[in-house]
């Protein structure tokens, strides 16, 4: 059984950072691709950040010079750093992971971590 867990969601000021954390564990041969996503209220879930398990990255516009996303292969999680938040970033914010067990590939989320940016 394979589960994603985030961590590291909060309320912070206009302004300031955040670092999320999203940890991988279960029966797992390999991680690929990893994502964030995020879901503001009353608005479609939308892709934030990725990075391959090669270190590869892509970013939403919105986000790009403010987000960095980073992980670690041998601790299966995957990182988001958040600087000079803004009150559109607030959202509920999900990880994604495509994983490859015993019964072969498969996409995985979290359970999602809130993120408010407000003063």
């Known amino acids: 059984q394979v589960q994603l867990v985030e961590s590291g969601g909060g309320l912070v000021q206009p302004g300031g950072s955040l670092r999320l954390s999203c940890a991988a564990s279960g029966s797992i041969f390999s991680i690929d691709l990893m994502r964030w996503y995020r879901q503001a209220p009353g608005k479609e879930r939308e892709l934030v950040a990725g990075?391959?398990?090669?270190?590869?990255?892509n970013y939403a516009d919105s986000v790009k010079g403010r987000f960095t996303i980073s992980r670690d292969n041998a601790k299966n999680t995957v990182y988001l750093q958040m600087n000079s938040l803004k009150p559109e970033d607030t959202a509920v914010y999900y990880c994604?992971?495509?994983?490859?067990?015993?019964?072969?590939?498969?996409?995985?989320w979290g359970q999602g971590t809130r993120v408010t940016v407000s003063s």
């Open positions: 994604n992971a495509h994983i490859f067990t015993v019964d072969g590939p498969s996409l995985y």
């Open positions: 990075i391959t398990n090669g270190g590869r990255t």
